[in-house]
């Protein structure tokens, strides 16, 4: 395909079939128009077998580079969705797509390969869904926590909503939380208050000005 292709929204779906088949489980296609000139803008779904991330993503590049903005999870329960949010054709005179494709991972298997050595930028994503899913990215080249601090209990994941999920011994919706009562008390006292003066009304509008009279200066 030359790289000066660029495929209409409904045709990218059409593409993925053709080179994935029946890994292909689903697809849709979205429209919404914004701005003064209401131009349309395309949303891409498509949902793939789990041994077919890397190569659809690899089949996404040959349309053109795509821009990763973030990978999404969410807990269905007896899988975690992993949804790549992918845009193309940026700057092409058709316009942008973003094209999301989504595998399910069973939670008797929670392995998914990494997509960094394809788009390097992408290991930040991958540790976030790590710490927050339970999510484990094979090949990761860092390893490492991004957000939770070091000494958070291993085998919680805040994102998950079964038995792995943050327990009610810990602070789960801060809102809710008081301040703790072994803290020392705060080192700014309260303040007194003090009372406002009014407001002085405004002065009545003045007559117009007169002519100043001018006197001689003798020396």
């Known amino acids: 395909m030359s790289p000066d292709t660029v ?8 593409y993925f079939r053709e080179r994935f088949g029946a890994g292909v489980k689903e697809t849709r296609v979205t429209e919404r128009r914004e701005g003064a000139k209401r131009n349309p803008n395309f949303n891409i779904w498509i949902d793939l077998d789990r041994e077919l991330l890397k190569p ?7 349309l053109d580079y ?3 903005a973030v990978i999404s999870g969410t807990d269905l329960g007896e899988e975690i969705r992993m949804i790549y949010h992918f845009s193309i054709y940026y700057g092409k005179k058709h316009g942008e797509y973003t094209v999301s494709l989504a595998v399910h991972v069973p939670k008797t298997d929670l392995s998914i390969p990494t997509i960094s050595d394809l788009i ?5 994503t991958e540790r976030e869904k790590q710490e927050f899913l339970g999510i484990r990215v094979v090949g990761i080249p860092d390893n490492r926590r991004l957000f939770l601090p070091e000494d958070f209990p291993e085998g919680v994941y805040p994102w998950r909503k079964d038995e792995t999920g943050v327990p009610d011994s810990m602070v789960k919706d801060l809102y809710m939380s008081q301040r703790p009562t072994d803290r020392p008390a705060p080192p700014a006292g309260e303040k007194e208050l003090c009372e406002i003066e009014p407001k002085a009304e405004p002065a ?4 117009p000005e007169q002519p100043t009279e001018q006197k001689e ?3």
């Open 7 to 14: 495929l209409t929204a409904e045709q990218v779906p059409e």
């Open 56 to 62: 659809a993503i690899l089949a996404l590049m040959e």
């Open 120 to 124: 390097p930028g992408a290991v930040f």
């Open 217 to 219: 200066v003798k020396e």
């Open 204 to 207: 009545p509008a003045s007559s």
């Open 66 to 68: 795509p821009h990763l």
